[in-house]
Nanobody, 120 residues
Framework: QVQLVESGGGLVQAGGSLNLSCAVS????????MGWYRQAPGKQRELVAA???????NYADSVKGRFTISRHNAKNTVYLQMNSLKPEDTAVYYC??????????????WGVGTQVTVSS
């Protein structure tokens, strides 16, 4: 059974930093894309950052220059370094992984989320 376990959330003052991590277990299949979404109260879930197995990355405009996504393929782990945090970054952050089960066949898995709260 595939599981994604997130860690690293918490409460931080504006301007501070947090580092989220997410480890995938329960599958030895290749992982294509890994990334992070977030959902603030009353808002839709939005993509924060994603990275492919080839280490290319894309970011939401709102976090460019402040957040960095990285991954350790051997550990099936993805990280999100968040610097210069702002109150508007407050949200539940969800990790996801797109696992390859065959040609043109992938499945997306999600973590349960970790709360990030940035105080002003």
């Amino acid at each position: 059974q595939v599981q994604l376990v997130e860690s690293g959330g918490g409460l931080v003052q504006a301007g501070g930093s947090l580092n989220l991590s997410c480890a995938v277990s329960g599958s030895s299949n290749p992982i294509n894309t890994m990334g992070w979404y977030r959902q603030a109260p009353g808002k839709q879930r939005e993509l924060v950052a994603a990275t492919t197995s080839a280490a290319s990355a894309n970011y939401a405009d709102s976090v460019k220059g402040r957040f960095t996504i990285s991954r350790h393929n051997a550990k099936n782990t993805v990280y999100l370094q968040m610097n210069s945090l702002k109150p508007e970054d407050t949200a539940v952050y969800y990790c996801y992984a797109s696992i390859v089960f065959g040609p043109m066949r992938t499945s997306n898995y999600w973590g349960v989320g970790t709360q990030v709260t940035v105080s002003s």
